[in-house]
């Protein structure tokens, strides 16, 4: 029984760490365009409303398309050195 507390902060410190948290700066439009994805793929979202997210939450999620037609889930992170570019296959 004495255990139980012990498991619940635990949980619930994790649980807060795992939160996304807006970057210290805001992201700005050419940091965003550095990234080429709009280029490289075609995008249903708009920058703005991706830059939107990206500050507001610290990370944003997008579904795109290659020219070649391959599909991928684009998950970009905001951290202090910078985006981060993850991309995952459908």
């Known amino acids: 029984m004495r255990s139980i507390p012990k498991y619940i902060t635990i949980l619930a410190f994790s649980a807060i760490l795992g939160c996304s948290i807006a970057p210290e700066k805001p992201i700005t439009r050419q940091e965003l365009y550095k990234t080429n994805i709009f280029s490289e793929f075609t995008i249903k979202d708009t920058p703005e409303s991706v830059l939107a997210t990206l500050n507001r939450e ?21 951290t202090s050195s910078g985006l981060k570019i993850r991309f995952y296959a459908k």
Do not use: S
């Open 58 to 78: 610290g990370e944003v999620v997008l579904e795109g398309k290659t020219r070649y037609g391959d599909e991928y889930f684009i998950k970009i992170l905001a």
